[in-house]
């Protein structure tokens, strides 16, 4: 079983729309999670860390986390073609593991 | 400008060669780190330092070797050991020596291709 899993997609939504990626995670006692960017190419880029129960919003972008169902999730609104990436989720408690990505196409 | 640099951001290796690749950090941070990233495939961690002078193994340490003499740097050799070094490797660093809790943040990168 992964440690972390993400559907692989590609997830396709349409400009302005809300995309929606989703996280699971084993390691029942992890402590902190992270959605980073990474565009093609280039090194993954931080987008939001959150480490409590519940939702944390940064501007167009919302971090979920249900510890009990190892779940964490991020919402992108307003989706831009600029979005366009591969969203790596990341889990940390004694170490940070890493999913294999999503990658979300944004189409205007 | 605070950040983490790496070089080459290309590099060749023939079968058999050792290789070097640099990263710097001014961003004052205690935890350093190296990972591997192949397509499709989640970041593979391979070294990491929590202090200068002290590393410790990954879950792919096969075939590199790292050395933490001073704080900014962490350079990691591929060795002729490593069958299969082909792949985007990153360095991030971290605040705090805890691994897990606290953000990594990333360099740009290096690509190595073996001819």
């Known amino acids: 079983q992964k440690e972390v899993e993400q559907n692989s997609g590609p997830l396709s939504v349409p400009e302005g729309a809300i995309a929606s990626l989703n996280c699971t995670y084993s390691?029942?006692?992890?402590?902190?999670f992270f959605w980073y960017r990474q565009y093609s190419g280039k090194s993954p880029e931080l987008i939001m860390s959150?480490?409590?129960?519940g939702d944390k919003e940064d501007g167009r972008f919302t971090a979920q986390l249900n510890k009990a169902s190892q779940y964490v999730s991020l919402l992108i609104r307003d989706s831009q073609p600029s979005d366009s990436a591969t969203y790596l989720c990341a889990v940390g408690n004694n170490d940070m593991r890493f999913g294999a990505g999503t990658r979300l196409t944004v189409k205007p | 400008d605070g950040g983490i640099t790496q070089s080459p951001k290309y590099l060749f290796r023939k079968e058999g060669q050792n290789v070097t690749l640099s990263c710097e950090q001014n961003?004052?941070?205690?935890?350093m780190y190296w990972y591997r990233q192949d397509p499709g495939q989640g970041l593979r961690l391979i070294y990491y330092?929590?202090?200068?002078?002290?590393?410790q193994k990954g879950d792919i340490a096969e075939g590199y070797s790292v050395s933490r003499e001073k704080k900014e740097s962490f350079p990691l050799t591929v060795t002729s050991a490593q069958k299969n070094p082909t792949a985007f490797y990153l360095c991030?660093?971290?605040?705090?020596?805890?691994?897990?809790?606290?953000?990594?943040?990333f360099g740009p990168g290096t690509r190595l291709t073996v001819l």
């Open positions: 959150i480490y409590s129960n």
């Open positions: 390691d029942r006692v992890s402590q902190s």
């Open positions: 991030a660093s971290s605040i705090r020596a805890g691994m897990g809790l606290d953000t990594q943040y």
């Open positions: 961003l004052n941070h205690d935890a």
């Open positions: 330092s929590q202090i200068v002078n002290d590393f």
